[in-house]
């Protein structure tokens, strides 16, 4: 679960590049609703990677966790997102391990 803010701030610049990723493959395009919002297993675990990064990050970092995030290769992402035995998931570890470590290399200038 991300705050608000949070995911307002990074909504946009992933559903741009996950449409632009479509458009490419020529794949119907989607936009994002209030509610559940289906998504493919791959986009998924690419949208964590930007919300894990970005879930304590200011209002300064924030742009920076965007557009480090847009400028990954699709497949980059996913080296993050992996199976840790379900450390690392809990909302009381965004300061530790390898959510930290996202937030560390995408927030940094």
Same mark, same amino acid.
């Given at each position: 679960m991300l705050k608000r803010p949070i995911w307002s701030a990074i909504a946009d610049i992933a559903?741009?590049?996950f449409n632009d990723r479509l458009k490419a493959a020529k794949?119907?395009?989607g936009r994002w609703h209030t509610g559940t919002n289906l998504v493919d297993r791959l986009l998924g675990k690419e949208?964590?990677?930007l919300a894990w990064a970005a879930e304590t990050a200011n209002d300064e970092q924030?742009?920076?966790v965007c557009s480090k =995030? /847009?400028?990954l290769r699709p497949e980059e992402p996913l080296v993050a997102v992996r199976d840790d035995g379900g450390r690392? =998931? /809990?909302t009381d570890d965004t300061q530790r391990g390898w959510r930290r470590a996202l937030f560390l290399a995408l927030s940094e200038r």
């Open positions: 559903r741009r590049e794949v119907t395009t949208l964590c990677v924030l742009p920076v =995030w /847009a400028a690392g =998931w /809990a």
